[in-house]
């Protein structure tokens, strides 16, 4: 299930992923939550970018696209050309990195920066995962990018903005671990890690 690139008439390129009988747990502003989606989108917006009617412009977007049903909308003022991919077993995991301003999770609220710069990540585990185990996903798929900050010299444990898509089968036997040491959450785990240390790397 890899993204389709979609130049936007508006100027911002977006990246499209259509899902089929799909379980999303997701930490998105706009379709976030857990439950059945349709399809999920990273909308590239300008670096100067001040909407904060979210919903609105994600509703635009999907109009301008013909797309039906629940989705997902995250933003990024990333390139979101530059999505980098990762395949670890069966589990594939794109993400486009931003880390222009970075932040600690325990940060004081005193000096915090909310401006451009966000990591945003698709994960897609081709099994059934019980509604337990997304929620893990969603965790250890945040504990393995902040490993991969770390590892690549970022001083910080995500940004003000980062939302992350974990993607699985409605249908099938139901895995009920998700963990960085289970079979599916390490594989996790490892695709993560691999994907956002490849965003940091500089464009060529």
Known sequence: MRSRLVE????????????EASLVASTATVGGGLGARDWVMNAQVPHDYARTDLAAHAAELAGSLGLDGSGVTMFTAAPVRRVREALDGDVLVEATVGVTRPTWAAAPDEGIDTGPGTVNIVVFVPVCLDAGAMLNALVTAT?????ALFDGGVEGTGTASDALCVVARMEG?????????SRW????????????LAGLEPAP
Do not use: M
């Open 143 to 147: 504990e393995a990018k902040t490993q």
């Open 8 to 19: 936007h008439h508006d100027g911002a390129d977006l990246l499209l992923w259509r899902l």
């Open 185 to 196: 959450g390490a594989r996790v785990a490892r695709a993560v890690h691999a994907a956002v």
């Open 173 to 181: 036997p139901r895995e009920v671990f998700a963990g960085p040491r």
